[in-house]
């Protein structure tokens, strides 16, 4: 059995800045409303999206046997501009570099296990919400307390058991609006991002055709707008 205070010294100790730890229990339909996003086809033409659901919201179909999934945090500098490039691809890419970390603390730890960074079917920023680091913003983002939402996210999953497991935090959001209002093309519901209205959809990896009802406010390759509106980012 791990041990939930040594996994976060190691964490801490290969470059993470914060980890938390959650059972391998499936992701509730309030937690991650997938499915509905799904049926409103605001994934656009993310049909990746549309591929092992099941496994995105149950990371024990993912890899069978899993009781842990140790989730970590990597903070990047937020903006100093508006416009161009948004922050978290201003500096190095981050996939590389949260790969990296995660296999150095499977190592450290002696484990066997998962490890996952975005282009694995799990919900990062909904397992580092439940191991209780943070919130998801109406932004459809992860709120750290700390960091605000300038973070990256990274996962081990895997079948050990440890002898504590965090709890998911207070959403700190209240009656915040705040996020939702700044969006110039609408694109958010305060619970659901429909992508085909968000600038980042079109700016981001393979750039798609932009329609001429959508306002970039400057940006070409990702957007910052809604998170720089974010109180808990400034």
């Not at 964490?11 to 391998?24: E, I, K, T």
């Amino acid at each position: 059995m791990l041990s939930s205070a040594d996994i976060k010294q190691a964490a801490l100790a290969v470059g993470f800045d914060d980890c938390g730890v959650a059972r391998a229990d499936a992701l509730t339909d309030d937690e991650y409303p997938l499915r509905e996003w799904l049926h409103r086809g605001w994934h656009g033409e993310l049909t990746y999206m549309e591929h092992n659901a099941d496994k995105r919201m149950d990371p024990r179909l993912l890899v069978p046997g899993t009781k842990s999934v140790i989730c970590l945090v990597s903070a990047y500098p937020p903006p100093d501009s508006v416009g161009g490039t948004a922050a978290y691809a201003r500096t190095r890419e981050y996939h590389k570099d949260i790969k990296q970390m995660l296999f150095a603390l499977r190592e450290k730890l002696g484990i066997e296990g998962k490890c996952c960074c975005d282009t694995v079917p799990i919900s990062d920023k909904h397992w580092a919400a439940r191991a209780g680091l943070g919130w998801i913003g109406r932004h459809t983002l992860l709120v750290t307390p700390r960091w605000g939402s300038w973070v990256n996210l990274g996962e081990i999953v895997t079948t050990e058991e440890c002898d504590t497991y965090d709890t998911p935090g207070i959403n700190g959001c209240t009656d915040c609006n705040l996020c939702v209002d700044a969006c110039p093309n609408h694109a958010l519901d305060g619970r659901m991002l429909n992508v085909t209205r968000c600038t980042a959809y079109y700016t981001t990896h393979h750039q798609r055709e932009l329609p001429p009802d959508i306002d970039t406010r400057g940006y070409t390759q990702g957007c910052d707008i809604c998170q720089l509106a974010c109180p808990f980012n400034h």
